[in-house]
């Protein structure tokens, strides 16, 4: 079967660097997704991952190792607005986004 | 890039009743998702709804329950039939749109439905 796994909830001190991490097993990958999504919103784009290595983005960065059905999303400098869930979606073989259920990232001033 | 409206953006319905829920897109597309996602809870895809032809449900959706429009390459119908209070969720369509490397998903803003 598909399966997703990411912590559920996270707590970070503003300014401070947190990470992310997203197992993952699927029918087939074409890449794994990063998605923000504030409460009451729709989520948005972070990042894309098909290739092994790291993906540098501004306060943002995804990683993947394949091999390991594993990624994980770094957020820098972090600000009360990081205060989100964050979404980890691998794409499978018929491109189907299989999403995780999220990890809600609490920012402390 | 794709931008995504939704019609209504929230309701408050009675059990037994439907809602339609409309989704424009500024440009043509192909595909169009309709997810599900109910509080806490990660998104669930009901269907894809591809223009001329019938759209493809996921397990546990069916199109008496969840009948889908797809009149034209820019809008699209999803429509919630006999609603009880487990259908109370954030519905949400989503286009694909590639960048030039991935086809990232777009997504609309959702429909916030109560059933009571």
């Known amino acids: 079967g598909q399966n997703i796994d990411q912590p559920t909830e996270m707590t970070a001190t503003e300014g401070a660097i947190v990470q992310i991490n997203c197992t993952y097993q699927t029918s087939g990958f074409n890449g794994l997704f990063w998605y923000q999504q504030h409460a009451g919103e729709a989520p948005t784009f972070l990042s894309y991952n098909v290739l092994d290595g790291l993906e540098e983005k501004g306060r943002f960065s995804s990683f993947l190792s394949r091999s390991k059905g594993y990624s994980y999303l770094l957020l820098k400098e972090l600000q009360m607005k990081d205060s989100a869930s964050y979404l980890c979606?691998?794409?499978?073989?018929?491109?189907?986004?299989?999403w995780g259920a999220g990890t809600k990232l609490i920012i402390k001033p | 890039s794709a931008v995504i409206s939704q019609k209504p953006s929230r309701d408050i319905c009675q059990r037994g009743t439907s809602l339609t829920i409309q989704c424009q897109v500024d440009s043509q597309v192909t595909m169009m998702f309709w997810y599900r996602q109910q509080p806490g809870q990660s998104l669930t895809l009901i269907a894809t709804?591809?223009?001329?032809?019938?759209?493809?449900?996921e397990s546990g959706f069916v199109i008496d329950k969840f009948p889908i429009s797809r009149p034209n390459l820019t809008f699209s119908t999803l429509t919630v039939s006999n609603m009880s209070p487990e259908d109370s969720s954030i519905y949400l369509c989503s286009v694909p749109s590639w960048s030039g490397d991935y086809n990232e998903q777009f997504f609309g803003p959702g429909t916030r439905l109560t059933v009571l």
């Open positions: 979606a691998p794409m499978d073989s018929n491109y189907q986004l299989i």
């Open positions: 709804a591809n223009q001329g032809s019938e759209a493809t449900y």
